[in-house]
C-alpha cells in the first residue's frame, strides 16, 4: 500500500508539472497571437508588401501616346491647295515580353519583401516569448525573497528567545534584521524591474503600458529536450530571402534583355489642305493622311551591358552573404543548444545544492532543540540557500529563453 501510494504520488506530480507546461504554453500562446495582431512592426512589413505587390499595376502600362497639332503660319502650296494645320499621333510599343518581364521583375521584389513579414514575425515572437521568462524569472525571485524574509523573521524569534535566556546576544538578533533588510532592498528593486520589463512586454502587444501581465507561477525544465535538426536551417527565412534576392535579379537580367530589344511605333499624320479658288479639278482640298511606321533600336547599348554585368556582380554578393548569414545562424543554433544544456545541467546541481542546504538548516534548528545554535551559521546556510533558489531559478529562464531562440532558427 505504501508502495502505491508513493506511485501516486509521483503520478500527481508529473500530472501537475505537464498540466502547468501545459497552462504556461497555452497562455503564452494567446499573448503571442495578440502581439501579431497589433504590434505596428508587424503592420509596418505587412503594408510594405502590399505597396511593393501593387507596382504591378504600375509597370503594366506601354509608354505614354504622343498627340501633336501643328499650324501653318506661312501655308505651303501644294497641287491640291494649301496645307493649313496638321494633327498627328504616335504610340510607341515595347518589344515582345517586356511587360511580363517588368511584372516578373517587381513580383519578385514583392515576394522577397514578404520574407521580411515572415522574419519580422518570428523575432516578435521570440522577443514575446522572451520578456514573458523574463516576467516570471523575476516574481519567482521576489517569491523566493519572501518565503527568505519569512524564514529569517522566524530565526529572529528563535535568537529572541536565546538572547532572553543568555544563548544569544543581542548582535545576532541586529544581524538578522540587517539581512531582512537587505533582502528587502532586492525585493523592491526586483519589483521595479518586473514593472520595466512589463512596459516593455506591454509594447510589443501594443497594449496599454499599465496593463497586468499574469505569468505562471512555477516552470519545471521538461525530462526530454526536442530534437535539433541542423537540416531545418537552410529553410529559415532570413536565408530564403536571400534566394528570392537572387531569383528577382534573374528577373532584373531578363528585363534588361527586353528592354535593350527595339521598341516598334505605329503613328498617324492628318494634314488639312484647303481648296484652290476657282478652279475644278480632281482632288481639289483633298486631306492628306498619312499613316506612319517606326523602330526605336539601342545602337549605343553600353547601358544594357553594364547592367547586366552589375546583375552578374549582385547575384555573387547575394550568394556570399548567404553563406555568411548560415554561418552566423548557425553558430547562433550551436551557441543557444550549448547553453540549454548548460542550463541543465546547472538546474540539477542547484537542485542537489538546494537540498543539502535545506537537510543543514534542519541540523541546525535540531541543535536549537537541544540548546545549541550558531546564527552566523544560520545566516550563511540561508544565504547559500537563497543563492542555490536564484541559480535555480535563473537556470529555468535560461533554459526557456534559449529554447526560444532556438525555436526562432529551427521552426
Not at 544569544?168 to 532586492?186: K, P, Y
Not at 545602337?299 to 556582380?313: E, G, R
Not at 554578393?317 to 545562424?329: D, F, H, Y
Request: charged share 25%.
Amino acid at each position: 500500500m505504501k508502495y502505491k501510494s508513493i506511485q501516486i504520488k509521483i503520478v500527481l506530480a508529473l500530472g501537475s508539472c505537464f498540466l502547468s507546461l501545459f497552462a504556461n504554453a497555452q497562455q503564452l500562446e494567446i499573448l503571442i497571437d495578440e502581439a501579431l495582431t497589433n504590434n505596428p512592426e508587424i503592420q509596418k512589413f505587412e503594408l510594405q508588401y502590399k505597396r511593393a505587390s501593387e507596382k504591378v499595376n504600375e509597370v503594366n502600362t506601354i509608354p505614354n501616346t504622343e498627340f501633336g497639332v501643328g499650324y501653318f503660319v506661312s501655308e505651303p502650296e501644294t497641287r491640291t491647295g494649301a496645307q493649313r494645320f496638321k494633327v498627328s499621333a504616335k504610340q510607341m510599343l515595347p518589344w515582345f515580353g517586356t511587360i511580363t518581364s517588368r511584372e516578373n521583375y517587381v513580383s519578385s521584389l514583392a515576394d522577397a519583401k514578404y520574407e521580411d513579414i515572415v522574419i519580422a514575425k518570428r523575432k516578435l515572437m521570440a522577443s514575446v516569448s522572451q520578456s514573458y521568462y523574463n516576467l516570471y524569472a523575476n516574481k519567482a525571485k521576489q517569491e523566493v525573497l519572501t518565503e527568505n524574509i519569512k524564514l529569517l523573521e522566524t530565526y529572529e524569534t528563535l535568537a529572541l528567545t536565546s538572547v532572553e535566556v543568555g544563548k544569544a546576544s543581542a548582535v545576532d538578533v541586529l544581524r538578522l534584521q540587517m539581512r531582512q533588510n537587505e533582502m528587502q532592498q532586492l525585493k523592491d528593486v526586483l519589483q521595479q524591474q518586473f514593472l520595466a520589463e512589463q512596459t516593455n512586454f506591454n509594447n510589443l502587444l501594443n497594449r496599454g503600458n499599465d496593463v497586468t501581465v499574469n505569468v505562471v507561477d512555477s516552470l519545471m525544465i521538461p525530462s526530454e529536450d526536442f530534437d535539433i535538426t541542423f537540416e531545418k536551417l537552410v529553410l529559415h527565412p532570413e536565408l530564403l530571402k536571400f534566394d528570392k534576392l537572387y531569383q528577382s535579379i534573374e528577373q532584373s537580367e531578363l528585363l534588361n534583355q527586353k528592354e535593350s530589344s527595339p521598341m516598334i511605333g505605329f503613328g498617324l499624320d492628318y494634314i488639312n489642305v484647303a481648296e484652290r479658288p476657282n478652279m475644278d479639278f480632281s482632288d481639289n482640298g483633298k486631306d492628306i493622311v498619312m499613316p506612319m511606321v517606326s523602330v526605336s533600336i539601342p545602337i549605343f547599348n553600353k547601358k544594357y551591358k553594364s547592367q547586366t554585368k552589375q546583375n552578374d556582380l549582385q547575384q555573387q554578393e547575394i550568394t556570399a552573404q548567404k553563406q555568411e548569414r548560415l554561418n552566423a545562424l548557425e553558430t547562433l543554433l550551436d551557441k543557444a543548444n550549448n547553453e540549454r544544456i548548460s542550463a541543465r545541467i546547472s538546474y540539477a546541481t542547484q537542485t542537489k545544492n538546494l537540498q543539502q542546504a535545506k537537510d543543514a538548516e534542519d541540523i541546525l534548528i535540531k541543535s536549537y532543540e537541544t540548546g545549541t545554535i550558531d546564527f552566523n551559521d544560520v545566516l550563511d546556510i540561508q544565504e547559500l540557500q537563497l543563492k542555490f533558489q536564484m541559480n535555480q531559478i535563473e537556470s529555468v529562464k535560461t533554459y526557456y529563453v534559449q529554447s526560444t531562440i532556438i525555436n526562432y532558427l529551427i521552426q
